[in-house]
């Protein structure tokens, strides 16, 4: 299972690498995303560093799952990213920003 976390960096989605980490998923990949400001800066995980992404259609591509802990407006903003793909979809927006996905 690979899977990518939107908005890694902040309390939310640190607390979902930490929910994965605790439940001892073992993930084949964990890809993690956050802003511009945070990109390239590695943030722990199971006892090894990830690295910071910023969100593109060619670093989603692959991924099963993907966990969203942005804003309505950063999640309306990659849905058309995300649309493109088949994959599961969790996100902590309002089900405004993904009600088209969800048909």
Known sequence: MKIGIL???GAVGRQM???IEERKLDPEEIRVFASERSAGKKIP???QELT???VSQERLNGLDFV???V???LSKQYRPLIEKLVLSI???APPSAWKRVFR
């Open 7 to 9: 908005g890694a960096t």
């Open 67 to 69: 966990l969203g802990a």
């Open 71 to 73: 804003s309505n407006a």
């Open 52 to 54: 910071i992404e910023l």
């Open 17 to 19: 690498l930490a929910c």
């Open 45 to 47: 995980f199971a006892g």
């Open 90 to 92: 969790l996100t902590t």
